[in-house]
């Protein structure tokens, strides 16, 4: 059987033939010839002829300058000539005036026996006389006849069976993961550490960040894994965070605060499904999302990685595990991972901390917030930040999970002793794999256990084999060593050695690790596709991401009905966020702290207005320096330049190495430039209207005032026409705030629940542009119950004329058609826009946010009638 032809790393590979040759004789002094094989690993079946390509390439790409003998032979390795292969030699020459790229073939023959064996080695030895050799490859003979091989058999008997087979060495090898530039330069690295998994972080791409260069290069270091004893897969991971930001061309989709404000998890599935397709059709089976944190405080800079500061909402939107995993073995599907696991929303703010960092360079100061420690009782953390993982482990089957890089510090036995959670054994091996009876695998974060404390050596950053030790024991199975993984191997090895860890903790973090590879279906089809590459950025994926964005817009205000806008308006866009496509995509977006400017490709926010009122006047000026003329509207859009974890942190490090835009100080409220932005178009302009693209609320209480309508647009990603969907009314703004919008800074944090609850705008606050009477009356066919409250009592507009009266015959609906979900949604709808309504008119108790945020929450926690008691009073 021939194999595909994949991209071979280290230098060796096809090259361009020059388009421009010349005549041999005029490079003949400074010509440099290389000789490579098409690939570096040829697997094959027993019994096959098995093709191997020579090609040989010039220094200057012009023809060959002099003859070149090529000369082979097989080799010594754990093969045996005469047995499992044919020992055979050869000369192939390529004369002078050969053309760069051209190519001999050479082929080895495989023998077939009736043992079932592991896979062998048949080595090839290449030398050329006036030519450098790139790298000498090797012939596999494919294991065979194994029951771990037999795809009828039983998972768990497959595991078994493979667990029995396997060494310590190797063992250790699956429970190790690299990135991927610490193998690209030598990919034979993944075989000779045995590496159970590679990755790419934030940024880390092939040299051409196509979706075929990706596939090609996966299945290069596939087949470095598969030239080892056992076969085992390598699983590839990434973050694909928000779509499969890493890749150039990729469907980018709104960040979770963006997906937590649409409240729709039928959408938010088929976003985690689009999501996988294009990991899976790029060659990847594992990514490492959702983030399922409660967001606490809106200072952390990975607050925008969270669906919302409710646990109940972050759960309703734990559908995307059930888009990104579907079923397993299915070829658009990938392994999800929940993140991270637990508290990494919840841990204090350190003032001090952020004290110290002012006036010092970047690269000196320290996160105030990220990674810090969760200070709580044990009753807290249960019902805030472990609730998402019960439902996701036992409804969604989530098949790994990530600890977090933060630490917990339970009240119950005194402050000032946390435990990292990489080393948290009560929570990740008794809560997690115990009690909440997860069965997949832990995959540490980046570099996670070097956090741990090691106190015979306090001040060391690296590895120990303490941290080794207690990473381990704690209960995690796989190790993200990016750069560091040889030596944790090394270190690993000789703590089972010395009985410090136990085999049968390895024996259980490798079947559990191995248990998935087989249910992804790794072990046949190991080698990805390109034939799914058109897959990345579809027309059908980019239709999914402009629904997601314009159910995501949460509208703030809106006075006089400034929203939705005429198709054929005078229109003065202005604001640094109308047009950037990074800033609107935010972090984790081709480069782990995102990039501003057209960093992607996509449609801009202004480019959306365009496309969507092609009638429309539309003038732009970033920084509104342009005369606003006669302009009926101003559209604003400002906000913020992207940022990720640590860098993200208000009063954190800036980010010195990214785009200048992004070296800001991060803040909750808008930067001068923005805040000026608005005062001058808002001054000029009759209506105004400001969108702010953030991944958190931004103080701008003071500036409201003078604001017709206010749009929280969050991190809408690549589709910014979503955007203009709902500004020309296209469709209705539907969306609700996943986190309560802060009135001052000092606020901060400030989340549903709390005892002193005043914002701006509550937790679930959201403006209609969509009628309440029109969203029953479509209800109405199927429910006659419905039609004495549609009978009298609304505005010609669609809006409540008698609200108490229509609210209670509602009420009797709502109790006798809870299960309707339809209806009660409906319904809540009506009285969630009587609430808001009777806000806006400044007749509303005065404790209308508190009722109103809770009322979102009991919503979310299947208790309707209470919402809808807690609305009713604001009405």
Same mark, same amino acid.
């Given at each position: 059987?021939?194999?595909?032809?994949?991209?071979?790393?280290?230098?060796?590979?096809?090259?361009?033939?020059?388009?421009?040759?010349?005549?041999?004789?005029?490079?003949?002094?400074?010509?440099?010839?290389?000789?490579?094989?098409?690939?570096?690993?040829?697997?094959?079946?027993?019994?096959?002829?098995?093709?191997?390509?020579?090609?040989?390439?010039?220094?200057?790409?012009?023809?060959?300058?002099?003859?070149?003998?090529?000369?082979?032979?097989?080799?010594?390795?754990?093969?045996?000539?005469?047995?499992?292969?044919?020992?055979?030699?050869?000369?192939?020459?390529?004369?002078?005036?050969?053309?760069?790229?051209?190519?001999?073939?050479?082929?080895?023959?495989?023998?077939?026996?009736?043992?079932?064996?592991? @896979? =062998?080695?048949?080595?090839?030895?290449?030398? $050329?006389?006036? &030519?450098? #050799? /790139?790298?000498? %490859? +090797?012939? !596999?003979?494919?294991?065979?006849?194994?029951?771990?091989?037999?795809?009828?058999?039983?998972?768990?008997?497959?595991?078994?069976?493979?667990?029995?087979?396997?060494?310590? @060495? =190797?063992?250790?090898?699956?429970?190790?993961? $690299?990135?991927? &530039?610490? #193998? /690209?330069?030598? %990919? +034979?690295? !993944?075989?000779?550490?045995?590496?159970?998994?590679?990755?790419?972080?934030?940024?880390?791409?092939?040299?051409?960040?196509?979706?075929?260069?990706?596939?090609?290069?996966?299945?290069?270091?596939?087949?470095?894994?598969?030239?080892?004893?056992?076969?085992?897969?390598?699983?590839?991971?990434?973050?694909?965070?928000?779509?499969?930001?890493?890749?150039?061309?990729?469907?980018?989709?709104?960040?979770?605060?963006?997906?937590?404000?649409?409240?729709?998890?039928?959408?938010?599935?088929?976003?985690?499904?689009?999501?996988?397709?294009?990991?899976?059709?790029?060659?990847?089976?594992?990514?490492?999302?959702?983030?399922?944190?409660?967001?606490?405080?809106?200072?952390?800079?990975?607050?925008?990685?969270?669906?919302?500061?409710?646990?109940?909402?972050?759960?309703?939107?734990?559908?995307?595990?059930?888009?990104?995993?579907?079923?397993?073995?299915?070829?658009?599907?990938?392994?999800?991972?929940?993140?991270?696991?637990?508290?990494?929303?919840?841990?204090?703010?350190?003032?001090?901390?952020?004290?110290?960092?002012?006036?010092?360079?970047?690269?000196?100061?320290?996160?105030?917030?990220?990674?810090?420690?969760?200070?709580?009782?044990?009753?807290?953390?249960?019902?805030?930040?472990?609730?998402?993982?019960?439902?996701?482990?036992?409804?969604?089957?989530?098949?790994?999970?990530?600890?977090?890089?933060?630490?917990?510090?339970?009240?119950?036995?005194?402050?000032?002793?946390?435990?990292?959670?990489?080393?948290?054994?009560?929570?990740?091996?008794?809560?997690?794999?115990?009690?909440?009876?997860?069965?997949?695998?832990?995959?540490?974060?980046?570099?996670?256990?070097?956090?741990?404390?090691?106190?015979?050596?306090?001040?060391?950053?690296?590895?120990?084999?303490?941290?080794?030790?207690?990473?381990?024991?704690?209960?995690?199975?796989?190790?993200?060593?990016?750069?560091?993984?040889?030596?944790?191997?090394?270190?690993?090895?000789?703590?089972?050695?010395?009985?410090?860890?136990?085999?049968?903790?390895?024996?259980?973090?490798?079947?559990?690790?191995?248990?998935?590879?087989?249910?992804?279906?790794?072990?046949?089809?190991?080698?990805?596709?390109?034939?799914?590459?058109?897959?990345?950025?579809?027309?059908?994926?980019?239709?999914?991401?402009?629904?997601?964005?314009?159910?995501?817009?949460?509208?703030?205000?809106?006075?006089?009905?400034?929203?939705?806008?005429?198709?054929?308006?005078?229109?003065?866009?202005?604001?640094?966020?109308?047009?950037?496509?990074?800033?609107?995509?935010?972090?984790?977006?081709?480069?782990?702290?995102?990039?501003?400017?057209?960093?992607?490709?996509?449609?801009?926010?202004?480019?959306?207005?365009?496309?969507?009122?092609?009638?429309?006047?539309?003038?732009?000026?970033?920084?509104?320096?342009?005369?606003?003329?006669?302009?009926?509207?101003?559209?604003?859009?400002?906000?913020?330049?992207?940022?990720?974890?640590?860098?993200?942190?208000?009063?954190?490090?800036?980010?010195?190495?990214?785009?200048?835009?992004?070296?800001?100080?991060?803040?909750?409220?808008?930067?001068?430039?923005?805040?000026?932005?608005?005062?001058?178009?808002?001054?000029?302009?009759?209506?105004?209207?400001?969108?702010?693209?953030?991944?958190?609320?931004?103080?701008?209480?003071?500036?409201?005032?003078?604001?017709?309508?206010?749009?929280?647009?969050?991190?809408?990603?690549?589709?910014?026409?979503?955007?203009?969907?709902?500004?020309?009314?296209?469709?209705?703004?539907?969306?609700?705030?996943?986190?309560?919008?802060?009135?001052?800074?000092?606020?901060?944090?400030?989340?549903?629940?709390?005892?002193?609850?005043?914002?701006?705008?509550?937790?679930?606050?959201?403006?209609?542009?969509?009628?309440?009477?029109?969203?029953?009356?479509?209800?109405?066919?199927?429910?006659?119950?419905?039609?004495?409250?549609?009978?009298?009592?609304?505005?010609?507009?669609?809006?409540?004329?008698?609200?108490?009266?229509?609210?209670?015959?509602?009420?009797?609906?709502?109790?006798?058609?809870?299960?309707?979900?339809?209806?009660?949604?409906?319904?809540?709808?009506?009285?969630?826009?009587?609430?808001?309504?009777?806000?806006?008119?400044?007749?509303?108790?005065?404790?209308?946010?508190?009722?109103?945020?809770?009322?979102?929450?009991?919503?979310?926690?299947?208790?309707?009638?209470?919402?809808?008691?807690?609305?009713?009073?604001?009405?």
């Amino acid at each position: 059987m021939r194999f595909p032809r994949y991209a071979t790393l280290a230098g060796a590979g096809l090259l361009a033939v020059s388009l421009f040759p010349a005549p041999p004789a005029a490079a003949a002094d400074t010509q440099t010839v290389t000789v490579a094989t098409d690939r570096l690993v040829y697997p094959a079946t027993q019994g096959s002829r098995v093709p191997v390509d020579v090609i040989l390439s010039t220094s200057d790409g012009r023809p060959l300058a002099r003859p070149v003998t090529v000369r082979w032979s097989t080799g010594a390795g754990t093969a045996t000539a005469g047995v499992d292969y044919t020992a055979a030699s050869g000369t192939l020459t390529f004369p002078a005036g050969s053309p760069s790229g051209a190519g001999r073939s050479l082929a080895v023959t495989l023998r077939r026996d009736a043992a079932a064996e592991t @896979a =062998e080695t048949v080595p090839l030895t290449v030398t $050329a006389a006036g &030519a450098g #050799v /790139a790298a000498q %490859p +090797t012939v !596999v003979v494919d294991a065979h006849g194994l029951p771990y091989l037999d795809r009828r058999l039983p998972v768990r008997r497959r595991v078994a069976d493979l667990l029995g087979r396997m060494t310590l @060495a =190797e063992k250790i090898g699956q429970m190790t993961q $690299a990135e991927r &530039a610490a #193998v /690209a330069d030598d %990919p +034979t690295a !993944v075989a000779r550490w045995q590496l159970g998994s590679v990755l790419s972080g934030g940024g880390s791409t092939p040299a051409s960040n196509t979706p075929a260069a990706w596939v090609e290069m996966v299945n290069g270091l596939q087949a470095q894994a598969l030239s080892t004893r056992l076969q085992i897969p390598l699983i590839y991971g990434i973050d694909a965070v928000h779509g499969h930001g890493n890749v150039y061309g990729a469907t980018v989709f709104p960040h979770n605060v963006g997906l937590g404000a649409t409240r729709d998890p039928a959408l938010v599935e088929r976003v985690g499904h689009a999501t996988a397709a294009e990991v899976r059709a790029t060659g990847i089976p594992w990514n490492f999302a959702p983030c399922l944190c409660v967001s606490r405080d809106e200072r952390w800079g990975r607050s925008y990685e969270s669906f919302g500061e409710d646990p109940a909402l972050v759960v309703s939107m734990e559908t995307v595990i059930d888009g990104l995993q579907g079923r397993l073995g299915d070829a658009d599907r990938v392994l999800a991972t929940a993140k991270h696991y637990a508290g990494d929303g919840d841990t204090d703010y350190d003032e001090a901390t952020a004290a110290a960092n002012e006036g010092k360079p970047w690269w000196e100061q320290k996160y105030p917030i990220d990674q810090g420690v969760t200070v709580t009782d044990r009753e807290h953390f249960a019902r805030v930040d472990l609730a998402p993982y019960g439902p996701a482990v036992r409804r969604h089957k989530v098949g790994s999970v990530m600890p977090s890089f933060s630490s917990v510090d339970w009240t119950e036995d005194g402050l000032g002793n946390p435990t990292k959670m990489h080393a948290n054994r009560e929570l990740i091996t008794d809560e997690l794999k115990g009690r909440l009876g997860f069965d997949g695998f832990l995959i540490s974060d980046w570099e996670g256990i070097h956090q741990i404390p090691d106190p015979a050596e306090p001040t060391n950053g690296g590895l120990t084999a303490y941290k080794v030790r207690a990473g381990v024991n704690a209960g995690t199975d796989m190790f993200m060593e990016p750069y560091s993984a040889e030596q944790f191997e090394q270190l690993l090895l000789a703590e089972v050695t010395a009985g410090r860890v136990s085999t049968a903790r390895i024996d259980d973090a490798v079947r559990r690790i191995l248990t998935k590879k087989f249910e992804l279906g790794l072990f046949e089809h190991p080698y990805a596709s390109a034939a799914n590459v058109d897959q990345v950025g579809s027309a059908a994926h980019r239709a999914i991401g402009r629904e997601a964005v314009a159910k995501s817009q949460v509208l703030l205000k809106n006075s006089g009905q400034a929203l939705p806008l005429r198709p054929d308006a005078s229109i003065y866009v202005a604001g640094r966020n109308a047009d950037d496509l990074g800033n609107q995509s935010g972090g984790w977006t081709i480069a782990w702290q995102g990039v501003s400017g057209d960093a992607i490709p996509g449609t801009s926010i202004l480019d959306g207005i365009r496309e969507v009122a092609p009638q429309a006047r539309v003038t732009y000026s970033a920084d509104a320096s342009a005369p606003t003329g006669d302009a009926q509207v101003g559209v604003v859009v400002v906000g913020e330049t992207p940022y990720a974890e640590g860098y993200g942190d208000v009063g954190g490090p800036e980010c010195g190495w990214c785009t200048v835009p992004q070296q800001e100080e991060k803040s909750l409220s808008l930067q001068p430039g923005d805040r000026a932005v608005v005062d001058k178009v808002c001054a000029e302009v009759p209506t105004c209207v400001v969108l702010v693209v953030s991944g958190r609320p931004q103080v701008l209480t003071d500036q409201l005032g003078e604001i017709d309508a206010l749009v929280a647009s969050w991190l809408p990603g690549s589709e910014g026409a979503g955007v203009a969907d709902v500004l020309f009314g296209r469709r209705p703004f539907t969306g609700r705030l996943p986190v309560s919008w802060p009135r001052t800074e000092a606020q901060v944090p400030i989340n549903v629940g709390d005892a002193d609850y005043q914002p701006l705008f509550p937790f679930g606050w959201g403006l209609r542009t969509h009628p309440g009477r029109d969203r029953l009356a479509a209800l109405a066919a199927d429910r006659p119950q419905l039609r004495a409250a549609l009978a009298g009592g609304w505005n010609a507009d669609g809006s409540l004329r008698d609200a108490p009266a229509t609210l209670r015959t509602l009420d009797r609906q709502l109790r006798a058609g809870q299960r309707d979900a339809a209806l009660v949604e409906a319904i809540l709808g009506v009285a969630r826009d009587a609430a808001q309504a009777a806000v806006v008119r400044g007749d509303a108790p005065a404790d209308w946010a508190r009722l109103i945020a809770d009322a979102d929450h009991a919503q979310l926690s299947g208790d309707p009638l209470r919402a809808f008691t807690l609305l009713a009073r604001v009405a």
